[in-house]
């Protein structure tokens, strides 16, 4: 039985909020494609046919957008996540300066007033509903206002060609625009918004596990505390025997007391362990030991228990790395020697190293490995066969060195049989500060 261990306390970025981030990017960077665009069409404008623009005050709305792009940048580094009043305020500011620019460029008659539909439709993807109604508001006033109020447009000669004709052309290329950025922001932001229910996914199965794994603590709590009063009796019972003098002149029958006496101690034991895991993996008394030892330890002791299968150890890791014994870890490494005896190997090979603050842990046997429909449902509860390790033991495996801060993944080797991969950050067992003074 595998005891589960405290959850440790993650920094983990909520989806909603991930994805909040990353669509805050994607407007920036589309704020950098309209600032180049607006750019590039003033001059062309003003200076390729002709036309009389107001050149400072729409070259000061150009600057403004960058810098506030410059300043959303650096603030979007600093922060880990990003509100719907935030994209609606960003989006609110994008309106102000398009209503800007075309107030001082023809206002309603100009074509480009056909950008306000972009606006709309990236807050219609990105907002909450209620925002999205106040955009549809904000915009629409915006153009009310553009017809009321505007800087008329003065064209040469040479571009009076037909008003209607030169709208036209206008709209053309105003709908071409508004049609590639929304086909390169809208895929870009459905490509956030799958990532996003991804990690939704993620943590309700992680979700449902760890309640699986609680309802196994508690009934495997349950049950040790209902085997205490039965164990007890028991114990009497076989130290009543083995005071017997008629029961010990046989010596057979006496050598099966003590080994009732001996079983008896080891469930006992056991019945404690699990006591002691349900309440705290470490205890109020901790023991205080190197990794190498506790690895050693932990696999002569499964080794002991279980004489029937070899083992080879190659713990390549310092005497000197001081970390607290954790049950779970040496239950972790116990469940997966036993998953491996079960499968029928006969020999499981252990490598241990640590490197960069990592633990790393390669279990290898020779058994039969993993059938390919247990390597795709590897730690998933009750995903067993008959020919391969897996199972319920697995999944717990994966799930306390996940509680742990590390990751569980399995293979099959080259030559035959399987081997599973632990990997753990060396913080997770190392000493709390100051408690070293207390070893």
Known sequence: MISVPPARAFRR????????????????????????GQLATVLIVRHGMGVALPLAPMLLVIAALVALNVVST???????????????????????????????????????????LLQVVLGAVLLDIWSSWILVAVTSGCFVFLVQAHRRLELPARLKIGLFDLYIIGALVAFTLVAVLLVLFVTRINANLRARDARLADLRQHAAEEDHIVRMGLLASGAAHELGTPLAT????????????????????????????????????????????????RGENPTITSLHHFLRDACAEWRQRNPGVAMAADLAVGTDIRIIADIALRQVLWNVFDNAKEAGATC????????????????????????????????????????????????????????????????????????????????????????????
């Open 74 to 116: 650096i603030g979007l580094r600093r922060r880990r996540d990003v509100s719907n009043a935030e994209v609606l305020a960003a989006l609110l500011l994008d309106v102000a300066a398009l209503t800007a620019l075309l107030y001082w460029s023809g206002g309603a008659t100009n074509p480009f007033v056909s950008l306000y």
């Open 234 to 281: 028991v114990s009497v019972i076989a130290n009543d025997w083995a005071k017997d003098d008629r029961l010990m002149r046989d010596a057979h029958l006496a050598e099966e007391v003590r080994e009732m006496q001996r079983a008896l101690v080891r469930c006992k034991a056991i019945v404690g362990g699990i006591l002691h895991s349900a309440g705290e993996a």
């Open 13 to 36: 970025l909520a989806p909603t909020q991930a994805a909040g981030r990353d669509n805050m990017r994607q407007l920036i960077n589309l704020r950098w494609l309209a600032v180049a």
């Open 348 to 439: 499981v090979r252990v490598t241990a190293a640590c490197e960069d603050g990592t633990i790393a842990i390669d279990i290898a046997d020779d058994g039969p490995g993993f059938a390919p429909d247990m390597l795709a449902d590897f730690g998933r509860p009750y995903a067993t066969t008959k020919t391969g390790t897996g199972g319920l033991g697995l999944f717990l495996v994966v799930n306390v060195m996940r509680k742990l801060g590390g990751q569980a993944s399995a293979r099959n080797q080259s030559g035959g049989g399987a081997l599973i991969a632990l990997r753990l950050p060396l913080s997770a067992l190392e000493l709390p500060p100051g408690e070293e003074d207390r070893d």
